[in-house]
């Protein structure tokens, strides 16, 4: 594995970041994952318009080129289907202190995981997922992608605790989103998500389901979604660039529906899946 540091393309093993590293310290740093699909990165542009925001919004400098970083890294691990993580931290301290001068250098690493294309997989094999309601624990500016991932990982921890594979956060009596995905409802024919606020990541896929929809008729609104509302609908999706479009056919127990796999679901699966091959034969 070749993971990319501060310039350098070298062996995992050989990477070294200090501990005085402000990431490290203070998760002081910003994050963003991109699956690539056969070589292709997914919604690139997207992506790094996302690492823009989350730099600008944390006061963080950029001035990379990070398609050139990334494109060598995913050709430098043999490309194919890779999920590509890229951290940009606000650089080591050289000691440990709050207030930081702001001409750090920026410590950037970014390395490669295998990924499964999630529309290699048949409607029919995809499994419904079973999912927990708990507070959302989080600060008040989620569309940063910051890497202070404790309230998401200690709530994931829960759902699995309970044998379920997500948790779904609940704040001020709203629901805002997944541990690490987007959420969506369908009642009656119609699809609902959170709309795009501090209190979500506004997500990729988010945007591009919201696109299919758009472009096949599918109605939908950006509306608030309460526990009540969550618990009564007829089909629950979630998104994330990773996981695409899944549904989740249990919540705190209960069956979502009638606890099978959704029309809708089913509908928007193919749409994205369509999409995402369309993206890598590039027609
Ligand atoms: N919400 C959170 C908190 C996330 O961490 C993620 C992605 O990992 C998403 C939503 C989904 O975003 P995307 O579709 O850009 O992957």
């Known amino acids: 594995d070749i993971v990319y540091l501060d310039g350098h393309y070298i062996p995992a093993g050989e990477a070294r970041i200090s ?9 002081d740093s910003v994050y963003e994952v991109i699956p690539y699909f056969r070589g292709t990165g997914f919604r690139l542009r997207e992506h ?26 995913v050709e430098l691990n043999g490309g194919g289907n890779l999920s590509v993580y890229l951290q940009v931290t606000r650089g080591d301290s050289g000691s440990r202190s709050h207030a930081y001068d702001a001409s750090l250098e920026p410590t950037v690493f970014a390395c490669c995981a295998p990924v499964r294309d999630f529309a290699s997989v048949a409607a029919k094999d995809v499994k419904g997922l079973a ?9 008040h500016r989620c569309d940063i992608k910051s890497t202070c991932l404790l309230p998401n990982i200690l709530v994931l921890q829960q759902a699995r605790d309970h044998q379920a594979d997500e948790a779904l956060l609940l704040r001020d009596g709203l629901v805002t989103e997944g541990t690490s995905c987007n959420i969506f409802l369908v009642r009656q024919g119609v699809v609902y998500t959170p709309k795009r606020s501090s209190e979500i990541l506004g997500g990729i ?22 526990y009540d509302a969550l618990m009564a609908g007829d089909e629950v999706w979630i998104t994330s660039s990773t996981r695409g479009v899944l549904p989740v056919t249990r919540i705190d127990g209960q069956p979502v529906g009638d606890g099978e796999k959704g029309p809708l ?6 749409l994205l899946t369509r999409y995402q091959r369309r993206l890598m034969t590039g027609e």
């Open 19 to 27: 501990p005085f590293d402000r990431g490290f310290l203070f998760g």
């Open 48 to 73: 790094i318009a996302r690492l823009e925001h989350s730099l600008r919004a944390v006061r963080i400098r950029s001035g990379r080129d990070w398609y050139a970083i990334l494109d060598r890294l």
């Open 131 to 139: 999912a927990i309601v708990t507070a959302d624990l989080r600060w």
């Open 205 to 226: 896929t988010r945007e591009l389901v919201l696109e299919l929809a758009d472009e096949n008729g599918i109605q939908y609104q950006e509306a608030d979604i309460d």
């Open 265 to 270: 679901w089913a509908r928007m699966f193919e």
